[in-house]
């Protein structure tokens, strides 16, 4: 059983920056991908960013490319996500997922493990 726990959310304004961090216990964190999702008020919970098992490959949904980076250390079983030049439809609550495999996946189905998510609110 593997338990995450994001941190780092919080209200900014646009053009401003945040970094997201979640943390994992349990299971063995180097074995498997990591994503990023978020869900804004009225809409699904979409894909946001994944990184492979050991950080070598990453991929993101086009509206943050750019924008966003998402980057895991292995040793300190964390996954952060960064995010420069944040705009209002960014506000949404962020959630952590953990992959049921080691290669990066955008599908919600492929994730095992969620966070409880954390709110960002980005003011215009």
């Known amino acids: 059983q593997v338990q995450l726990a994001e941190s780092g959310g919080g209200l900014v304004q646009a053009g401003g920056s945040l970094r997201l961090s979640c943390a994992a216990s349990g299971g063995t964190f180097s074995s498997y991908a990591m994503g990023w999702f978020r869900r804004a008020p009225g809409k699904e919970r979409e894909f946001v960013a994944a990184?492979?098992?050991?950080?070598?490959?990453?991929y993101y949904v086009d509206s943050v490319k750019g924008r966003f980076t998402i980057s895991r250390d292995n040793a300190k079983n964390t996954v952060d996500l960064h995010m420069n030049s944040l705009k209002p439809e960014d506000t949404a609550v962020y959630y952590c997922?953990?992959?049921?495999?080691?290669?990066?996946?955008?599908?919600?189905?492929?994730?095992?493990?969620w966070g409880q998510g954390t709110q960002v609110t980005v003011s215009s």
């Open positions: 997922a953990a992959d049921r495999d080691f290669a990066i996946s955008t599908r919600r189905s492929q994730y095992k493990y």
């Open positions: 990184i492979s098992w050991n950080g070598g490959s990453t």
